[in-house]
């Protein structure tokens, strides 16, 4: 029985690692397909294309902390974004983009209008339908290899920025799905890096969207949870509007 | 009502006891526990020039061989003592379960205290609270705590912590917490009065003054916030930095007041007995005094990064004199925001050193039972000296007497408004 045991554990370890030495040698896919892939999988470039603005509500967590939040998040087609997460203990903080304009108010660190390649990621981040414009958003993309994240085989595309630093994304080989994206995130405070977990992919109006999100930085898990999604809401007019303490900063 | 944490301090045994094996393996690995984290965690990998691995192998054996509690806990204070570092402990069992034991009861008497030449002195006294209502006034001794007289106690924590800047830090707050309890019950508490007199006093405990925050796992926590106008100046305090939602609005409106067409000569910011919270908030508070951009209040490295604590300067800044008071009871986030406005020549310090207790730190059981405290971080100012175990060094050194305090004085507030005043005249 030991013996059988130890054969079918000797042979399934002969097999992945022939498999190993073909994968080694497999072609990897151009990161135009598995980009395209990923946009076929979560709906079609159609589905994208439809849509002209976007409305989500979330939950946040710092796991294990014990802090929690709420929040929301709109945005347009002409890339405008509003963000307000509200935090137990901490208050609201509101992240913007109005006309090119990024900016944030933090009831710790104050208003601030966001300068350098930290505008540049978030403006990059931030692009309504983004993923359909990758190539004019990144320099250059490239598969790297394969690599397991969490029990599933991804394929590692890095995207290169004009400025700034690479993000390498996980795609599933299986399901096309982004899995995880690694970057370091630029902030005043210094450079910080995050891994990020996407999940529970649910369906919304025919678009894929994870409505769990775990990032991971400084030691830190913080989940965020997408409770409802919804595309082509009226937004209300002023929406996008900067507060008066930052219009105040921009007129400095 | 029993004080909790007075009681153990007064009970902690050094008897020694034959281990049993178990307890013995529970102290390697606490032993293990410390050592590795401390390992993995310290931004450092040579703490204050030492080998930690040498520390290890040279420190086992006697953790392995103790024969008593007191034995194990020397020799894992013995290696965290290498570090020459705050906020790194070994806190004995009993005392650690008192000080959780103590968060089920957060009534106070209204009064603070303060360690002045050895002695608990009551500082302040809040408006109707029962300490008020029972005739405790500021300046008054404390001579005793439910029938135990504090002065050995005093004695064996100021020996004890002598070689720390936290010394004051702890003598307060044990004596503190020792007056502390479940709303509503009693504390028995014995003063001096000015005139020399024993004063036996019964004060009910209450809840303390603020309002209730909460924040992640940590306590439920009582934040208030002050301001008013003294002399012509803005007088800014608050007794932590947390509730940012609520107290950096407050904190803006209180400069804010203090600019436009009346601005005030100058602005004082009370951080005596600010022990810190949140330190991004020491960011956002520091941008109503710098105008410069790019400005930075000091460094936090960690193992894995540099975080630089930014200034982000408002749209209009309070260009006036601005001094920050300090003392013993000064900590973390206070000590970063005003060790960082003092290094950036934007305020002056008045009052004593500061806790020197900035670094961010974790608490843990260990499997033996015991506490561990380690710290995550160290902290260095924009002036490129490191705030732990130092402290923020006043411009202006300043003391708060007992006798100032009974002539219902404060001199280091005093010497704030003179220095406002002098530059006002100056100008």
Redesign the interface.
Known sequence: MKRNRFLRITLATAIAASFSLFAADEALPKPETIIDKYIEVTGGRKAYEKHKTEQATMSME?VG???KGAGTRYADANNNVIESI?L?????IDQGIFNGVVWET???????VVTGSEKADRLRDSRFNGLLYWRELWKSAETTGVENVEGEDCYKVVMTPAAGQPETNFYSKKSGLLIKRARVVTT??????VEVFTKDYKEFDTLMVPTRVLQKM??NEIAVTADAVKFDVEIPAGTFEPPA?IK??L?? | MKPPLLAALLTISLCAADLTPAQQKLNVDSFEYAWKTIRDKMWDPMPAGVDWKQIHDELLPKVQSAKSMGEARAAMRDMISRLKMTHFNIIPSDVYETVATKAKGDGEPGFDLRILDGEAVVTTVEANSPAAKAGVKPGWRVVSVEGKDLEPVLKKLSETYKETTTRELIMARALLAGLSGPRGSQAKAEFVDGAGKRVPLEVELVAPRGME?????LPTQHVWFESKKVSGSGYIAFNMF?????I??QFSDSVQSCMGAKPCDGIIIDLRGNPGG?G??S???A?WFVSKPNQRLGVMK?K???????V?P???TFDGPVVLLTDALTGSTSEIFAGGLKDLGRARVVGTRSAGAALPSMFERLPNGDGFQYA?ANYISEGGKPLEGIGVIPDEEVKLTRQALLEGRDPVLEAALAYIRKQKDQK
């Open positions: 710092f902390k014990g802090i509200t137990e203990g901490v208050g609201k933090n009831p710790m660190t104050g208003p601030r005043p405070m210094g450079e910080i890096p400084m030691g303490e105040k900063l007129a400095k | 925050s909460k924040f992640g796992h947390m509730d940012a939602g609520r950096a609005p949140l991004a908030m960011m956002g508070m941008g960690t894995e990064n540099e975080l630089k604590f930014m982000f408002r749209a209009e995550i």
